[in-house]
């Protein structure tokens, strides 16, 4: 069978088809840092993650690049209430990005890249819409044109029309209609800016990503995928724009998760309801949270509250202990037997159902059922009298394979005694006084794998259990 994904552009689900065999270019936006990651934020990190593991299970080799925007208002405001410059916001928010999704168990992709370093790509990209009659300058502003794209509104399924009667959107004398969106913003009094042919001034939202996504995967992409969010305007203006330049298909499969809700209610800021996974991370395992995140179909809309946290905790243990179980049980097993041979084929069944509920749209949900499945059936097994090694090892091996694409470990962390932990912390920071950084980040990332987070204090290193 043939991965099928469900396809946002045609809104069927199809035959995954890449450009190139055995290669996929995939594409995730990402986030705009200028605080810590709410908990849907995260959703889009470990959703495509598990995409880009599934694939690699599969056989592909996966390019994957999500953006970083490292410049917008949000970020000159947090900059400017907290006295400090914006690259040192972002950097703040990167590294802390990166500390949070790595502990969800995500990979690093292909290429981060950052808008602040490809500031001359994105003018480039700006003066080549002006060139082609898609773009205008307007009092230091640049705008795309929005009606001369004749198929905007296919990804959305909207006319033009249709959008101009339901848009809510201000007077604004600059622009020639009030569906042009703006590809490059003139710098006000104090802003960061960068110079360009328009004057001073900053890229737009929606421009950086068709500049980064042409430079780092082509003019056009396998896979683009974000948030249901981003679907409309983002995705379609970025559309607009890179087909405006290049007469190609941007992408040809568009995919998107949904949304996450607190206690059935629509997380926002209004309500108060955002939920911050560096402040979850401080009180449950990274792992449970990622679980819980699987646990529903990517497509679908998921609710967070503690409590299903908590199922969550109790299913994955659920799974560790099957695993365990197994591990302790084969210091005392047999030879391989005719009837373990029966066990053996019964585990490569659970492998090709687990493979089928992944090919069909990327079912986590389902393919965790399968690994319920297999603990169930490790566990019938243990309670055989005689058992083999071979056959314990299989299952162990299915574990790590199967678990390993939804980005799961399932052996049991072991507990560090407080003692080690102040000896390891000392280790690490010799070698940071030493400049051996490799070291160091070695030793940090070990702790963080045993869910031991350090923080910096004005009275100096502390840590605590995750």
């Known amino acids: 069978m043939s991965i099928q994904l469900y396809n946002t552009f045609t809104r069927n689900k199809e035959p995954f088809k890449p450009l190139e065999e055995g290669k996929v270019s995939m594409y995730v936006c990402g986030p705009t840092v200028y605080n810590y990651i709410h908990i849907g934020n995260a959703r889009p990190p470990i959703v495509f993650d598990t995409v880009r593991r599934h694939l690699e299970y599969r056989g592909y080799d996966v390019k994957y690049v999500s953006n970083f925007t490292d410049v917008d208002d949000k970020l000159i405001r947090v900059a400017n209430e907290l006295g400090e410059d914006v690259p040192s916001i972002a950097q703040r928010f990167i590294d802390a990005f990166f500390e949070d999704v790595e502990a969800l168990g995500c990979k690093r992709g292909s290429e981060h890249p950052r808008v602040t370093e490809n500031i001359e790509l994105i003018v480039d990209f700006i003066q080549a819409l002006i060139d082609k009659g898609y773009a205008y300058e307007s009092s230091g502003d640049v705008y795309y044109r929005t009606r001369k794209f004749k198929d905007y509104g296919k990804l959305s399924h909207q006319s033009i029309d249709e959008l101009r009667i339901g848009a809510r959107i201000a007077s604004d004398e600059r622009k020639d209609d009030a569906l042009d969106f703006v590809l490059w913003k003139?710098?006000?009094?104090?802003?960061?800016?960068?110079?360009?042919?328009?004057?001073n001034g900053r890229p737009g939202w929606h421009i950086e990503c068709s500049a980064l996504a042409r430079k780092y995967l082509g003019d056009t992409i396998d896979i683009h995928a974000g948030g249901q969010d981003l679907?409309?305007?983002?995705?379609?203006?970025?559309?607009?724009?890179?087909?405006?330049?290049?007469?190609?298909?941007?992408?040809?499969?568009?995919?998107?998760?949904?949304?996450?809700?607190?206690?059935?209610?629509?997380m926002s800021k209004s309500l108060g309801n955002f939920v911050l996974v560096h402040d979850i991370l401080k009180e449950h395992d990274p792992q449970v949270l990622r679980f819980f995140m699987l646990s529903v179909h990517y497509r679908h809309p998921i609710n967070y509250n503690l409590e299903l946290l908590n199922a969550a905790k109790a299913g994955l243990e659920r799974l560790r202990t099957a695993y365990d179980n197994i591990l302790h049980r084969k210091s005392s097993s047999a030879g391989l037997t005719e009837e373990n041979n029966k066990w053996l084929n019964d585990i490569e069944k659970i492998k090709e159902a687990f493979g089928e509920a992944m090919d069909d749209d990327f079912n986590t949900a389902n393919a965790i059922s399968v690994l319920f499945?297999?603990?169930?059936?490790?566990?019938?097994?243990?309670?055989?009298?005689?058992?083999?090694?071979?056959?314990?090892?299989?299952?162990?091996?299915?574990?790590?394979?199967?678990?390993?694409v939804l980005g799961l470990t399932m052996q049991k962390q072991e507990e560090l005694l407080d003692e080690d932990i102040e000896e390891l912390i000392q280790k690490r920071e010799q070698a940071r006084k030493d400049r051996n950084f490799a070291v160091a980040d070695e030793i940090r990332n070990q702790l963080k794998d045993l869910n031991i987070l350090l923080e910096d204090t004005a009275q100096g290193i502390r840590w605590r259990r995750g």
């Open 186 to 199: 003139a710098a006000k009094e104090g802003e960061i800016s960068w110079e360009s042919p328009w004057g």
């Open 231 to 266: 679907a409309f305007p983002h995705h379609e203006n970025e559309i607009a724009q890179s087909e405006a330049i290049t007469g190609k298909s941007f992408a040809n499969y568009w995919m998107h998760n949904g949304y996450i809700n607190i206690d059935n209610e629509k």
């Open 373 to 404: 499945d297999l603990s169930r059936q490790a566990n019938m097994y243990l309670r055989e009298k005689n058992t083999s090694d071979e056959v314990l090892n299989a299952y162990l091996t299915a574990f790590d394979e199967l678990a390993g």
